[in-house]
């Protein structure tokens, strides 16, 4: 059988824990900061973990994570 190609997009955007969870960033961060509260600027920094609904899907398409 073949390897599976990694979704160079997705590798890019998600890193896995020590723990194994999957890391990523908060969207609404890029661009239109001005009328966004500072408070909501600095929570958009933090990274947030991938709900259990996406897992299944972002795992297909990097399988050697």
């Known amino acids: 059988m073949p390897k599976v190609k990694t ?3 997705a590798a890019k955007r998600f890193r896995v824990t020590k723990t194994g969870k999957i890391k990523r960033a908060k969207a ?3 661009h239109i900061l001005t009328k966004k509260t500072a408070k909501r600027k600095r929570y958009l920094r933090k990274p947030a973990m991938l709900s259990k609904a996406d897992l299944k899907r972002i795992k297909q398409v990097i399988p050697y994570m």
């Open 7 to 9: 979704h160079r997009g």
């Open 28 to 30: 609404f961060k890029s």
